[in-house]
Antibody
Framework: QVQLQESGPGLVKPSETLSLTCTVSGSSVRNGNCYWSWIRQPPGKGLEWIGFISYSGSTKYNPSLKSRVTISMDTSKNQFSLKLSSVTATDTAVYYC?????????????WGQGTLVAVSS | DIQMTQSPSSLSASVGDRVTITCRASQSITNYLNWYQQKPGKAPNLLIYAASILQSGVPSRFSGSGSGTDFTLTISSLQAEDFASYYCQQTYGTPPYTFGQGTKLEIK
């Protein structure tokens, strides 16, 4: 089973950039059977799809966040990353990195444990 | 964006009950529908994909059905460990791949 682990600051100031990294073990980020995704969940609320990066480096983002979000990959470290700029309090959430299975209905079949990021001065 | 609406938002049931959760899409998504279970403080867990295919390792009391715009998740006989929140997700066409708002299943 693939394991994913999020890392990064738990507190970010308003207007700054949120940066998180996901370290993957048990698979390569260059695995052609996977996409690598970020999902978030504000406290007490539902899930929001942020975007994903493919094994080739192509990306898809949620249009509601597209102007602020970047997902990238570091194949040498077997990691992928999320950057969200110009954050506000509404970006406070648990952020999950996850593996998407390519094919059929692209289900998310492995998740990190999640990391809470609070936006506050 | 395709909107996903789950009903009910919350549900109280007893161990042994048969439970059905509904997910409706704002347009046809054929069978591009996945279901997840989430327990408090934990990441979601894939239950069903392609509307009706049971993920490996998931108990057979879980089943999914539907196509087009209307989908259901059924738990045939509730167990204590099934009390959790459930989310549907559509993955049809162009992103975003939106989730339903969730259904919280509580013990009666």
């Amino acid at each position: 089973q693939v394991q994913l682990q999020e890392s990064g600051p738990g507190l970010v100031k308003p207007s700054e950039t949120l940066s998180l990294t996901c370290t993957v073990s048990g698979s390569s980020v260059r695995n052609g059977n996977c996409y690598w995704s970020w999902i978030r969940q504000p406290p007490g609320k539902g899930l929001e799809w942020i975007g994903f990066i493919s094994y080739s480096g192509s990306t898809k983002y949620n249009p509601s966040l597209k102007s602020r979000v970047t997902i990238s990959m570091d194949t040498s470290k077997n990691q992928f990353s999320l950057k969200l700029s110009s954050v506000t309090a509404t970006d406070t959430a648990v952020y999950y990195c996850a593996k998407v299975r390519v094919g059929l209905t692209a289900p998310i079949d492995d998740w990190g444990q999640g990391t809470l990021v609070a936006v506050s001065s | 964006d395709i909107q996903m609406t789950q009903s009910p938002s919350s549900l109280s049931a007893s161990v042994g009950d048969r439970v059905t959760i509904t997910c409706r899409a704002s347009q046809s998504i054929t069978n591009y529908l996945n279901w997840y279970q989430q327990k408090p403080g934990k990441a979601p867990n894939l239950l069903i994909y392609a509307a009706s295919i049971l993920q490996s390792g998931v108990p057979s009391r879980f089943s999914g059905s539907g196509s087009g715009t209307d989908f259901t998740l059924t738990i045939s006989s509730l167990q204590a460990e099934d009390f959790a929140s459930y989310y549907c997700q559509q993955t049809y066409g162009t992103p975003p791949y939106t989730f339903g708002q969730g259904t919280k299943l509580e013990i009666k």
